[in-house]
């Protein structure tokens, strides 16, 4: 719906779902290139630093990146499998 003010009137124009779709779509084309533009702007200081925070979030939600060992035995089991062990 667009609204147009004109003298303290305004005019207000029904838009279909389609018209809205294409909008929108539109608008968040336009947000994805910006946010693409400011990815490549940044630094390597600045990557580390967004992956550090990353990093420290997970430890802080309680997630472990220490390897598990069931998954390194299954990994382990395919390896030979594949090597016809």
Known sequence: MEVFLFAR??????MNAEEIRFLL????????EIERQELRALS???????????WQMGKGL?????????????????ARLREGK
């Open 25 to 32: 779509r539109d608008r968040w084309k336009a947000v994805e």
């Open 62 to 78: 309680g997630f472990s990146f220490e390897p598990d060992k069931s998954e390194l035995e299954v990994f382990e089991r395919w």
């Open 9 to 14: 009137h305004a005019i207000i124009m029904i």
């Open 44 to 54: 390597m200081e600045q990557r580390l630093n967004q992956m550090n925070t990353i």
